[in-house]
């Protein structure tokens, strides 16, 4: 079992930027894949990216591509979402989450085991 603590979120401008970490508790972290998923005010929870394990192949929804960059550090047992060019549709509630089993990076978060409490991001226009 892991246990997954986010932090990072915050308030920011149309066009800056933030970094999201989320930090893992035990030995394991590297025999997870970590995805980050977002939730805004009525909607359901989306994919935002995921990382395998060695952290050599990563996954991006279209919406965030080419402006969110995930990364993993084993030796911190932490995962990053490096945020740019932030825009006011990526305000949402932030969550990581840890899949221990899938040899897929899945996009849904039912192939997530373990998940943190959540971050908010609050872009203002």
């Known amino acids: 079992q892991v246990q997954l603590v986010e932090s990072g979120g915050g308030l920011v401008q149309a066009g800056g930027s933030l970094r999201l970490s989320c930090g893992a508790s035990?030995?394991?972290?590297?025999?997870?894949?970590m995805g980050w998923f977002r939730q805004a005010p009525g909607k359901e929870r989306e994919f935002v990216a995921a990382t395998s394990r060695n952290g050599g192949r990563t996954i991006y929804a279209d919406s965030v591509k080419g402006r969110f960059t995930i990364s993993r550090d084993g030796a911190k047992n932490t995962v990053y979402l490096q945020m740019n060019s932030l825009k006011p549709e990526d305000m949402a509630v932030y969550y990581c989450?840890?899949?221990?089993?899938?040899?897929?990076?899945?996009?849904?978060?039912?192939?997530?085991?373990?998940w943190g409490q959540g971050t908010q991001v609050t872009v203002s226009s």
């Open positions: 989450a840890a899949d221990p089993t899938s040899v897929r990076l899945g996009v849904r978060p039912i192939e997530y085991s373990y």
């Open positions: 035990g030995r394991t972290f590297s025999s997870y894949i």
